[in-house]
């Protein structure tokens, strides 16, 4: 027989192949589905069972049964029909969980939960505000309501519906508004539009202004205004990260993941500039993701981070199975359910919830059903439910009867011996009683649900026996089971007996506070009915002083928590204790607990915060506090004492103001612990919180007969940020009804202290840990708590945290002048712990250049404190500066170093070589400075290295010099005749690498730019030629030429005299920025690298300007460069019959 199923969570039908027997049980051919309608309309909600008729088919509501009436009522193939929807509020409303249940002869079924919603849409929770941005910057406006279904945001400008995208306005599904590079024309007034099914609102109304923008505008670093935030988001649905970011040159923006796992690009799309939406969102999308905005074309960037959270609808991954077990055999049904949070299971039996009775336990994934009874014949369903759904399997329990087995034990007794012992006597079974073999006697508390019960076994030789491990004036009810060869015999009749009251086990613990300088309040929790052993009827409390031994006692009655002690000594230490007492006499009394008596002051200190202890596990405990309003201003933070009674307290806990529960672990099981805690001002420590707790007993195997749990598996840990880790982990293949605790342990590698340990709690399956330190690695281990038992540790995982970007300048900055136009700068990390530096940006420029906001730059690896200043000038005063920085951002400039440069011919051995700005700079008599043995050798290698650079070079510059000469009939004539031949040095910068462009000058260059439709030949002088396909960015410009042969041309006129030595690149690669520090590959900045008085010939007037100038734009190039070995190259290209030669230097 096929039966084909619908699965609510898939588009396509499940076939069930069902033997005869199981399609005459029953099952579900239509199920009810969650449904959004409007008020007044109607609805149907199916539900279609099969089975062996007649079928009776219920429906409930929010788990009650739904009466019928002439506005909703069944149909005949068992669906709900409700004829107009009601929204009132209370019960009268017909939104909520609707369920059917299905039942024949062999038993009922339960269909999944299904949500009926009226569709609604409320008030806007955040509204556009006003907001003022210059011209050319950025504007944003948000708005946000709440609606169902959702609803579908939408802009107006001067009330005219704005389009969802244009070339500089992005709409962003989730009600933001981004407007980049904004114009005149943008001021006005904006609204949001809010529609779905159920109506439309508009929000208020926001007013854009516009200001003029400062001329010429500033570099500025990027900066996000706008970040991604941490959300969650449903299986299939879409999640959107926004990234909104200004700087000058406007920043580009990337997104990456922080586990360098690569982002779907099939489901991924950017809207705007850089908004990050990712549809029909799967659990493999889960992660971290990084937004990235850098300056472009160089290494200037910020970062900023959000973690997306996937929750998924439960699903099974293992089912029940239908099983046949004869009468007082044991059923186990096993049920395994995944998803996002992790789903709750639920044991159903005909449709009702089942609770464990000591007969029936659930646990560890699995319902076992012990002593099985005939009315255990039933169905059983497994239910799976969390936030995002249901979804439940069913089995079948199939009870076999057999004639040949024992009656029942009879006339079962049961009498009271004392506070935890009762004699049980029986008489053997009316049939078959010479074939039984042996008893067993099961008894467990008659008091609550999910009570534990317990079994013991006895000879055939008796029918008398006494348990003596049962609690003091607890209710426990008893039967016996009779066992022969052929099985077990029904269960004996039920019967109830208490045990008798004893003194109680404990005393209180004792929660101590003052609230004045003479007074403590005392207060205690009742005892539980464990330690108490009995009804309290009275508490004996005594103190004395510290300094004294005459004590003084007072007697309360037993229904009292608390009392206080007035006309006491001011800043006094005063010792408490206390003693519990039932009807059979006094218990064993607490320890005696410190406590002193604030001063006698009139200073305004905080009061004692109200305390409060919870032992999480044996372990564990947790602290928490609240401070009354009127006592928690000025408050500058706590300080928590803790230390085992009996022994030293130990120095106190730093915490913030703003903190109000700490965790205190790995304490020792079965201690009592003394916690003091205070808060404090500017004034001085307030009135301080005292109280005793003792920790639960780690139950062990041998304790409960039980094994532990096991730990938490597939742990895995992701950065959340330099502070931050994710961890999330999954529940071992078990479940119960009790809830599970984690415990998470967390600590730097190779920790030594282990009071520095973190221990945290939650109850999650995840959990975000703060407060970490940066670039520092941790590792991380978990264990669950269940029923006061811990399971072990689980496999340590290791994780790292992202370094943060530098708060301080490196250190000890010096330069030293070791040539006549080369100095050595050299510097220290930062002096701030755990940095990670990936490299070092240093700045130097002349007194002059620094006037015109002109620096040369030089970058250098993390691993390097050192660079080499070159080609410095005679007679200058130089100024330098250095920065660190690393994947997360830039740090700030050290303060600047000056360094002056001596006459030509000076010999450096009369001229002090000196750095103003280092206070650690040695300069001896002789005007040296005394380098240790290891830095003069790599300078004497520098410096040789360098001078063989110098030679091979300008062996190469002589051999171009001679074959430029014999093309000199093509070169253009000077006005004294001699050929000349221009080449000019552009410092240009691209991602990877430093281009030096040179361009040689002809009469009439002309080259078309951008090339987009020519593919041409690059030749390279060392690897031979480079094709450059459609599309290519070259090195290019234009030029008319002017009738004037004196007339400079405009590269003279862009890039300054042949001879202006300030404006060429030196070999360290060095490049033209603003005084902010930091380089732009803006073109307005390369366009005045070199501009100065010098830059323009005198005799250039306006009417002689060149008519066509173009910018200068970077070279990309492509494929043969990331096989590069050399860290040179030059090439040659040959466009329109010009040559443009270009060098590329890697770095």
Same mark, same amino acid.
């Given at each position: ?20 027997? &199981? ?68 019960? $009268?409303?017909?939104? +909520? ?83 980049? +590079? ?68 406007? @920043? ?45 074309? =160089? ?20 089912? !029940? ?39 029936? $336990? ?11 009874? @005939? ?88 029918? #008398? ?205 079965? $201690? ?22 003792? =920790? ?77 330190? !940066?670039?520092? $690695? ?196 000077? @006005? ?10 552009? @410092? ?94 803006? &073109? ?45 190259? #030059? ?11 270009? =060098?590329?230097?890697?770095?």
């Amino acid at each position: 027989i096929l039966a084909i199923v619908r699965d609510p969570y898939l588009p396509v039908f499940n076939v069930i192949n069902l033997t005869p027997q &199981e399609s005459n049980e029953l099952f579900f051919i239509k199920e009810p589905h969650d449904v959004t309608v409007m008020r007044k309309d109607a609805v149907i909600l199916d539900c279609q069972a099969h089975g062996e008729a007649p079928i009776d088919v219920r429906w409930l509501k929010n788990g009650i049964k739904l009466v019928e009436s002439e506005r909703i009522y069944l149909l005949t193939n068992g669906s709900l029909y409700i004829s107009e929807v009601e929204s009132r509020r209370g019960d $009268k409303s017909d939104e +909520g969980f609707y369920q059917c249940l299905a039942q024949n002869k062999y038993g009922a079924i339960l269909s999944q939960k299904a949500r009926l919603t009226i569709a609604s849409i409320s008030s806007f929770t955040i509204q556009p505000t006003s907001i003022v941005v210059t011209e050319g910057s950025v504007a944003r406006f948000s708005c946000k309501i709440t609606a169902h279904p959702p609803p579908i945001i939408t802009w107006e400008f001067n009330r005219v519906t704005l389009p969802l995208a244009t070339e500089r306005i992005t709409v962003l599904p989730s009600g933001v508004l981004q407007i980049h +590079g904004v114009q005149q024309a943008h001021a006005g007034n904006y609204r949001c539009t809010a529609t779905n099914i159920a109506s439309r609102r508009r929000s208020a109304e926001a007013t854009l202004t516009v200001t003029p923008a400062l001329h010429p505008k500033l570099p500025q670093r990027p900066h996000i205004i706008a970040g991604p935030q941490n959300m969650t988001v449903s299986l299939h649905q879409s999640a959107i990260l926004e990234c909104m970011a200004t700087g000058n040159p406007r @920043p580009l923006i990337s997104w990456s993941r922080a586990d360098s796992k690569s982002i779907d690009v099939y489901n991924t799309k950017v809207l705007g500039n850089g908004n990050l939406m990712i549809s029909d969102i799967k659990p493999q999308h889960g992660g971290v993701y990084m937004c990235r905005a850098t300056t472009p074309g =160089t290494r200037n960037y910020t970062v900023a981070a959000a973690n997306i959270t996937v929750l998924a609808p439960p699903s099974l991954v293992e089912w !029940p199975e239908s099983l046949t077990r004869p009468r007082a055999g044991t059923a186990r049904f096993v049920c395994q359910a995944e998803g996002v949070p992790t789903p709750q299971i639920t044991w159903l039996k005909n449709g009702e919830k089942i609770h464990s009775n000591g007969r029936i $336990k659930m646990y560890n994934s699995k319902l076992i059903i012990n002593q099985i009874i @005939p009315e255990d014949d039933a169905i059983y369903q497994c239910q799976a439910e969390n936030e995002q759904g249901s979804v439940l399997s069913m089995a079948r329990l199939i009870v076999v009867m057999s004639e040949d087995r024992p009656s029942a034990p009879r006339n079962i007794r049961a009498d009271t011996v004392s506070s935890s012992a009762i004699l049980l006597a029986w008489e053997r079974p009316l049939y078959n009683s010479d074939k039984v073999i042996a008893y067993s006697v099961h008894y467990m508390k008659a008091e609550g649900l999910n009570n534990e019960e317990y079994q013991v076994v006895i000879g055939n030789d008796t029918t #008398r026996y006494i348990i003596d491990d049962l609690e003091p004036a607890r209710n426990y009810t008893f039967y016996i089971v009779a066992y022969m060869p052929m099985g077990a015999s029904r269960m004996s009749d039920h019967v109830f007996q208490h045990t008798l009251e004893d003194v109680p086990l404990r005393a209180p613990e004792l929660s101590l506070t003052s609230r004045s300088p003479t007074d403590i309040h005392v207060s205690w929790q009742p005892l539980p009915d464990k330690l108490s052993r009995g009804r309290v009827t009275a508490y004996r409390l005594s103190y004395r002083t510290s300094t004294e031994h005459a004590v003084t006692q007072m007697e309360l009655p037993g229904e009292r928590t608390q009392h206080l002690l007035e006309n006491l000594q001011p800043d006094t230490i005063y010792l408490l204790r206390i003693v519990a007492a039932t009807s059979v006499g006094w218990g064993e009394q607490s320890a005696w607990t410190s406590h002193r008596t604030p001063k006698a002051s009139s200073a305004q200190v905080p009061l004692a915060p109200e305390l409060h202890l919870e032992p999480l596990n044996c372990t564990t405990l947790l602290v928490r506090w609240q401070l009354a309003p009127r006592n928690s201003a000025g408050i500058q933070g706590y300080r928590l004492f803790y230390h085992e009674e009996s022994q030293p307290e130990s120095s106190p806990i730093q915490l913030r103001a703003s903190d109000n529960r700490h965790t205190i672990g790995g304490l020792d099981p079965r $201690k009592k612990y003394h916690v003091k805690l205070l808060a404090y001002n500017f004034i001085g420590d307030g009135y301080q919180a005292d109280q005793t707790i003792s =920790t639960p007993g780690c139950v062990s195997v041998r304790d409960r007969l039980v094994p532990p749990p096991p730990p938490p598996h597939h742990v895995y840990a992701e950065t959340n940020s330099s502070t931050a880790v994710f961890l999330h982990w999954g529940r071992p293949a078990f479940t119960s009804s009790h809830t599970v605790n984690y415990t998470i342990r967390c600590n730097p590698v190779g920790l030594q202290n282990a009071s520095l340990v973190l221990y945290l709690q939650t109850g999650e399956q995840s959990l975000l840990v703060r407060d970490l330190e !940066p670039n520092t $690695k941790y590792e991380f281990a978990i264990r669950l708590h269940i029923d006061q038992l811990s399971s072990p540790w689980s496999p340590v995982v290791y994780q790292s945290t992202f370094p943060e970007a530098p708060t301080l300048p490196p250190s000890n900055v010096k330069v030293t002048l070791i040539e006549e136009d080369t100095a050595l700068v050299s510097w220290k990390l930062p002096d701030e712990p755990n940095i990670a530096v990936t490299h070092y940006t240093i700045l130097y420029a002349s007194r002059k250049a620094w006037i015109a906001g002109e620096w040369q730059m030089l970058q250098r690896e993390g691993s390097i404190t050192m660079a080499l200043l070159e080609n410095l000038k005679p007679q200058q005063v130089y100024l330098v500066k250095v920065s660190a920085s690393n994947e997360m951002g830039d740090g700030p400039f050290s303060h600047t170093v000056e360094l002056a440069v001596p006459p030509e011919g000076l010999s450096s051995g009369h001229v002090p070589r000196l750095s103003h700005g280092s206070p650690h700079t040695s300069v001896f008599s002789d005007g040296f400075y005394h380098l240790d043995q290891k830095s003069m050798t790599g300078i004497i290698v520098g410096v040789c290295i360098a001078l063989i650079c110098i030679i091979i070079c300008a062996f190469i510059i002589v051999c171009r010099g001679k074959n430029s000469t014999s093309g000199a009939t093509a070169h253009h004539l000077g @006005p004294d005749g001699q050929a000349e031949n221009m080449e000019v040095m552009v @410092p240009m910068m691209t991602e990877d690498h430093f281009i030096d462009a040179k361009v040689l000058g002809r009469r009439r260059p002309y080259i078309t730019c951008p090339m987009k439709d020519t593919s041409f030949q690059v030749q390279s002088s060392r690897h031979g030629d480079a094709s450059f396909k459609p599309g290519t960015t070259m090195l290019c410009y234009e030029e008319e030429l002017s009738t004037d042969p004196h007339q400079p041309t405009t590269l003279q006129v862009l890039l300054g005299p042949h001879g202006d030595t300030e404006g060429s690149s030196n070999s360290e690669g060095s490049h033209a920025t603003g005084d902010s520090g930091r380089y732009s590959h803006d &073109e307005t900045e390369m366009t005045n690298l070199s501009s100065g008085p010098s830059s323009r010939p005198s005799s250039l007037s306006t009417e002689d300007k060149p008519s066509c100038l173009h910018r200068l734009s970077s070279i990309v190039l492509t494929d043969s460069e990331q096989e590069a070995s050399d860290s040179l190259w #030059r090439y040659q290209a040959q466009v329109g019959g010009h040559r443009i030669s270009f =060098t590329v230097f890697f770095q």
